[in-house]
T-cell receptor, first 113, second 113 residues
Framework: DADVTQTPRNRITKTGKRIMLECSQT?????MYWYRQDPGLGLRLIYY???????NKGEISDGYSVSRQAQAKFSLSLESAIPNQTALYFC????????????FGSGTRLTVV | QKEVEQNSGPLSVPEGAIASLNCTYS??????FFWYRQYSGKSPELIMS????GDKEDGRFTAQLNKASQYVSLLIRDSQPSDSATYLC?????????????FGGGTRVLVKP
């Protein structure tokens, strides 16, 4: 089993719908992150969490919300999806991130039509 | 000015040659630097990390860091077609208690047989 699991892998949804992307990890890391990737723009941070009670906004949090249900689970929600939220979404975890970097999930490809 | 900048490429390299990738960053007190490889539609995979000035070698990969000039580079020796991918430079900025990675836009590398 993968260390960081994202579901679903692919999703097509309609404008205005609410959608949740889920992430779970077995690495025992405290820190979890949600990034989105658009062609040519690299990965941009949406939200991050240091533990269940510590949630922080990243550089592009507008239109998104998150929930840290447990140390191992971190969900990203789009309350009312819009087409420019079409992107590849990655969940990542870290322990001592400045030394070891991050471990990424396999990604969720989201298309909003 | 972007925090982390890379030439988007594509960088076309003959098989067996050296591929040289560059990355510049704006925060002078950035402390940790990473190179990730990403195949199309897949998640980023950590290939190198470097924290102090100089060179760090791992197999066919060499990372070079020059903090005075604020750049980090990656050399891929004896390039193989399997090295064809997008390479992402990532930085942890100084004074960042969250150890958040900031990514460049990536350089696409094409190794031609």
């Amino acid at each position: 089993d993968a260390d960081v699991t994202q579901t679903p892998r692919n999703r097509i949804t309609k404008t205005g719908k609410r959608i949740m992307l889920e992430c779970s990890q077995t690495k025992g890391h405290d820190r979890m992150y949600w990034y989105r990737q658009d062609p040519g723009l690299g990965l941009r941070l949406i939200y991050y969490s240091f533990d269940v009670k510590d949630i922080n906004k990243g550089e592009i949090s507008d239109g998104y919300s998150v929930s840290r249900q447990a140390q191992a689970k971190f969900s990203l929600s789009l309350e009312s999806a819009i087409p420019n939220q079409t992107a590849l979404y990655f969940c990542a975890t870290s322990d001592l991130g400045r030394v070891y970097g991050y471990t990424f999930g396999s990604g969720t490809r989201l298309t909003v039509v | 000015q972007k925090e982390v900048e890379q030439n988007s490429g594509p960088l076309s390299v003959p098989e067996g040659a050296i591929a040289s990738l560059n990355c510049t960053y704006s925060d002078r007190v950035s402390q940790s630097f990473f190179w990730y490889r990403q195949y199309s539609g897949k998640s980023p995979e950590l290939i190198m990390s470097i924290y102090s000035n100089g060179d760090k070698e791992d197999g066919r990969f060499t990372a070079q860091l020059n903090k005075a000039s604020q750049y980090v580079s990656l050399l891929i020796r004896d390039s193989q077609p399997s090295d064809s991918a997008t390479y992402l430079c990532a930085v942890i900025r100084g004074r960042d208690a969250g150890n958040k990675l900031t990514f460049g836009g990536g350089t696409r590398v094409l190794v031609k047989p």
